[in-house]
């Protein structure tokens, strides 16, 4: 599963995806709670919101409750695990913009960091699920991406530990991102939770760098 990506620029968000700039400035590297575009159908248009990288974000999780990491849903089960089913069965589903998505490669016999990304270096979006949260001022907004098995897939099967089930995101094609957004049937939803892209996706090496 996927922990951290790389979120698109705000000109590419612009000029790409076809919405306005939601003049907020996020970090080159997302990882969980932290603030990232996505993307959502309002009034049949797209609407960029600013949201925060897991379901659960932190802050909302009660004393004493186990946190556990949202950041990715399950395809097989979203709409029967509480923390995502009632967002799944009312549709609220959406495009999460991005240049490439880190991984764990194991064949060296230790995790080496990977840079997913396509192979012509166009951004990209994933699927996802997002939910709204009432604030004394407001409402501020969180994510998750959907993920699928990839057992089978010819790179991301190589990801992760030995023995683990592989798993992939999903990553919709340009001419469905309407059709994605727009969908409020659960079981039409999950048509696009597949895999389309196979061949155009490729991976290298890319070392998480600290900066002191």
């Keep these: 599963m996927c922990i951290n990506y790389i979120p698109t620029t705000r000109a590419v968000l612009v000029e790409y995806f076809g919405v306005d700039d939601p003049g907020y400035d996020w970090k080159e590297e997302v990882w969980q709670d932290y603030q990232a575009p996505i993307l959502i159908q ?3 248009r797209r609407l960029a919101l600013i949201a925060s990288y897991g379901m659960v974000p932190k802050r909302k999780v009660q004393p004493g409750i186990k946190h556990y ?6 395809a097989e ?4 695990k509480p923390t995502y089913r009632r967002a799944w069965l009312q549709g609220h589903l ?7 998505f880190f991984e764990p490669c194991y064949e060296s016999g230790k995790a080496e960091r990977w840079r997913i990304s396509m192979t012509d270096g166009m951004p990209f979006a994933v699927a996802g699920i ?4 009432q604030e004394e001022q407001g409402y501020t907004f969180s994510f998750s991406q959907l993920t699928i098995n990839a057992d089978t897939h010819p790179l991301l099967r ?10 992939s995101l999903v990553i919709v094609p340009p001419d469905d ?8 049937d659960p079981e039409l939803a999950r048509t696009y939770l597949v895999q389309p892209l196979i061949e155009q996706l490729t991976g290298v090496p890319k070392p998480l760098v600290f900066q002191g």
């Design 42 to 44: 309002r009034d049949g």
């Design 69 to 74: 990491t949202t950041m990715n849903a399950r």
């Design 77 to 80: 089960t979203v709409g029967e």
């Design 94 to 100: 959406c495009l999460v913009p991005m240049t490439g």
């Design 130 to 133: 997002w939910r709204a949260w």
């Design 158 to 167: 190589r990801m992760h530990k030995p023995g683990d089930e592989k798993r």
């Design 177 to 184: 991102y309407d059709a994605w957004l727009g969908c409020r």
